[in-house]
């Protein structure tokens, strides 16, 4: 099992580009989570899904986008990029429920200058 | 709301000692579970223990422990016997309320070992 991937791991953007970060997990969890984490922070929810076509915004969607059509693929959408969108984002995913962790994928540091 | 407090932003240890890194919590959910993540400077998120609100045991994983004190809503991880690998960041997250295992995280301690 690859676990959970992420593409690219780094990236430059200028404001207002637009890019999209890919996660992909190979264990057939329902859960999936975007996470921010800024420097010298802990880990933000942006967006989370509990199943393929569902979404719903954590605690800091304003900026993002996300899609579910698969249970394998989350990606997240930034439009308009800002400095303020400058971090590190990390893709998780879980099993349902109970002690299971969640699993990160290795992150995608986000450069907007 | 939820939240996860972590008073100390740096601790130090000498190498072999055990050390502990404070969590505490706020919730009014009988259930919830409580977690602890290392992160090295390579950046990636390790898992390293897990409370569940209802456990009467302390969790142990090897050299990692829990101090569970539920009345007093603190999750305190105790590292014993610390190597220097231990350096990095650990962070206390709290697993949200039931259906969607959201994580709430708290804003870390960086953990130094020194020779």
């Known amino acids: 099992n690859a676990g959970v991937t992420q593409t690219p791991k780094f990236r430059i953007l200028k404001i207002g580009q637009s890019m999209t970060l890919q996660c992909a997990q190979d264990?057939?969890?329902?859960?999936m989570y975007w996470y921010r984490q800024d420097p010298g922070m802990g880990l933000k929810l942006i967006y989370y899904?509990?199943?393929?076509?569902?979404?719903d915004k954590g605690e800091v969607p304003n900026g993002y986008n996300v899609s579910r059509s698969t249970t394998e693929d989350f990606p997240l959408r930034l439009e308009l990029a800002a400095p303020s969108q400058t971090s590190v984002y990390f893709c998780?995913?879980?099993?349902?429920?109970?002690?299971?962790?969640?699993?990160f994928g290795p992150g995608t540091r986000l450069l907007v200058l | 709301a939820q939240k996860i407090t972590q008073t100390q932003p740096g601790m130090f240890v000498q190498e072999k000692e055990a050390v502990t890194l404070d969590c505490t919590y706020d919730?009014?959910?009988?259930?919830?579970?409580l977690f602890w993540y290392k992160q090295p400077s390579s950046g990636e998120m390790i898992f390293l223990i897990y409370?569940?609100?209802?456990?009467?045991q302390n969790a142990t994983e090897g050299r990692y422990s829990l101090n569970f004190q539920k009345a007093r809503k603190s999750a305190n991880l105790v590292i014993s016997a610390s190597q220097l690998g231990d350096s990095a960041m650990y962070f206390c997250?709290?697993?949200?309320?039931?259906?969607?295992?959201?994580?709430?995280f708290g804003t870390g301690t960086r953990l130094q070992v020194f020779p």
């Open positions: 264990m057939n969890h329902n859960y």
């Open positions: 409370q569940g609100s209802y456990d009467q």
């Open positions: 998780a995913s879980t099993g349902r429920g109970g002690r299971e962790t969640q699993y």
């Open positions: 919730t009014s959910d009988p259930s919830y579970g």
């Open positions: 997250a709290m697993r949200e309320g039931p259906g969607t295992d959201k994580l709430i």
């Open positions: 899904s509990v199943g393929a076509g569902i979404t």
